[in-house]
T-cell receptor
Framework: GAGVSQSPRYKVAKRGQDVALRCDPI?????LFWYQQALGQGPEFLTY????????KSGLPSDRFFAERPEGSVSTLKIQRTQQEDSAVYLC??????????????FGEGSRLTVL | SQELEQSPQSLIVQEGKNLTINCTSS?????LYWYKQKYGEGLIFLMM?????EEKSHEKITAKLDEKKQQSSLHITASQPSHAGIYLC?????????FGTGTSLTVIP
């Protein structure tokens, strides 16, 4: 498709289980962002990639969270030993630009994670 | 998304000029959030509006939500280079969040 694609759309995990969330950005987009959005709140920044380089991971809440983008296109957000507080919608966004102005952001529909 | 229209997509203004960004929802909103994002940074929360007719201001930025709670505007008075970035509206319809596509603002000194 022409937009940012995320999978799975919905994921239910038992506490302690590992999960992997995938983001397919728009082809050619240099910048890729992950956000976490808890119920009733706005999205919170997790991490940012420029091509394959993870330039900012300051928003990752703990060392259980890991993100990668090995070939500069598809990105995976991995959460190890999930906890109930990890329940949220995980949003991915991509942007064509990589210069001083980030450019228009295109968001995926999100992956809704529920940890029981 | 079709549920939330944000305009304009980009804006280039001279320092000192006023500007307005709009977000229009196809649904009545429980809340409308405005965010700003600079390059390589996360979304910075600006304001949240929940009541019809509500208006909030922070420094030179004012956001309004119309009486029907379907349209919001963000107004910057006397823009400065520090205002440059992407402005994003996020709509809360009660059971889902929708995101505008962002407005890229450049302020020329």
């Amino acid at each position: 498709g022409a937009g940012v694609s995320q999978s799975p759309r919905y994921k239910v995990a038992k506490r302690g289980q590992d999960v992997a969330l995938r983001c397919d950005p728009i082809s050619g987009h240099v910048s890729l962002f992950w956000y976490q959005q808890a119920l009733g709140q706005g999205p919170e920044f997790l991490t940012y990639f420029q091509n394959e380089a993870q330039l900012d991971k300051s928003g990752l809440p703990s060392d259980r969270f890991f993100a990668e983008r090995p070939e500069g296109s598809v990105s995976t957000l991995k959460i190890q030993r999930t906890q109930q507080e990890d329940s949220a919608v995980y949003l991915c966004a991509s942007s064509l630009a990589s210069g001083l102005v980030a450019g228009e952001l295109f968001f995926g529909e999100g992956s809704r994670l529920t940890v029981l | 998304s079709q549920e939330l229209e944000q305009s304009p997509q980009s804006l280039i203004v001279q320092e000192g000029k006023n500007l307005t960004i709009n977000c229009t929802s196809s649904k009545t909103l429980y809340g409308l959030y405005w965010y700003k994002q600079k390059y390589g940074e996360g979304l910075i929360f600006l304001m949240m509006l929940q009541k019809g007719g509500e208006e909030k201001s922070h420094e030179k930025i004012t956001a309004k939500l119309d009486e029907k709670k379907q349209q919001s505007s963000l107004h910057i008075t006397a823009s400065q280079p520090s205002h440059a970035g992407i402005y994003l509206c996020v709509a809360d319809t009660g059971n889902q969040f929708y995101f505008g596509t962002g407005t890229s603002l450049t302020v020329i000194p």
